[in-house]
């Protein structure tokens, strides 16, 4: 029987190969593209993304999130600058340089108003940058409802036999700009939403790529390219061993959008 800590930590440790293989996917996608002068890394959490991101990086690396605590609580790299920032409100920050490439990861879907995000990148960018958006799709929303039963039962049997109960997920809450909502005992049979869906079929919705799309398309851009990412079940559960198979398949549970401006819209 596995105790919190080991719950914990194949989470954590599930979710940094997924980060990390994010990145190995732009890497390779950008590897005929110079590296990036200043790069702005949008909800950075932990920062536990941000050392492979800087591989793409040639001199400034910013990371903001909104939450403090966990914003600085990671290990800072050398080149990198953190800010607390409100992702909706990227162009009241006041910074000192303009960027070449705006990123994010799993961030959009947390945020209440997404177009804010969108529309202020416009003015703290240069006119040639790049933007990458990386979602969950409705396969991860599949695999999530999936297994949430299983991990249910698990945790359940676990804190019967070490009177805890392992915590598969963070518990520093993605969804901060949302209020908590009261939360029924029908609903608690129900996996809970990921983002700020009002309910299950709805976010399936709106992690579609055609939701997405018609959202880049109205605040002035174009998507260059929608590449596959990696596999997640949500509750790091393993599974490496067929990752590799499935991505080979075509299977993804996340897309990794490439934006331009709308003007400057070009192939890389």
């Known amino acids: 029987m596995q105790t919190l800590s080991k719950t914990t930590n194949k989470w954590h440790e599930s979710n940094a190969k997924l980060k990390s ?24 959490g932990n920062c536990s993304q941000s050392k492979s991101l800087s591989l793409l990086v040639n001199k400034n690396l910013v990371s903001v999130d ?3 605590d966990r914003l600085n609580s990671g290990e800072k790299i050398d080149t990198q600058t953190l800010i607390v920032a409100d992702a909706e409100q990227l ?33 703290i960018s240069n ?4 933007y990458v958006h990386i979602l969950p799709n409705p396969t991860w929303r599949f695999f999530a409802t999936v ?33 908590s909502k009261k939360v029924s005992r029908l609903s608690r049979l129900l996996p809970p939403v990921h ?40 509750y790091g559960l393993g599974f490496d061993y067929l990752k590799p198979i499935l991505e080979r398949l075509g299977v993804s549970t996340e897309y990794i959008y490439v934006l331009r401006k709308e003007e400057n819209a070009r192939e890389v």
Request: with cysteine; charged share 25%; aromatic share 14%.
């Open 21 to 44: 293989r994010e990145i190995e996917i732009l890497v390779k996608y950008f590897k005929d593209t110079p590296q990036f002068e200043n790069v702005l890394e949008v909800g950075a």
């Open 66 to 68: 909104l939450n403090a």
């Open 91 to 123: 162009d009241k920050v006041g910074f000192n340089m303009k960027f070449d490439l705006i990123f994010s990861s799993n961030v959009l879907e947390h945020l209440p108003n997404v177009k804010k995000c969108l529309d202020s990148s416009h003015a």
């Open 127 to 130: 006119d040639d940058a790049y």
């Open 147 to 179: 297994f949430y039963y299983p991990v249910k039962v698990r945790n359940v049997i676990s804190r019967l036999f070490k009177h805890k109960e392992p915590q598969a997920k963070s518990s520093w809450g993605n969804n901060i700009k949302s209020s």
């Open 195 to 234: 983002g700020v869906s009002n309910n299950l079929f709805a976010e399936f919705l709106a992690f579609r790529k055609s939701s997405w799309l018609n959202t880049f398309k109205s605040s002035g851009y174009v998507v260059v390219d929608v590449l596959p990412g990696p596999i997640s079940t949500g």
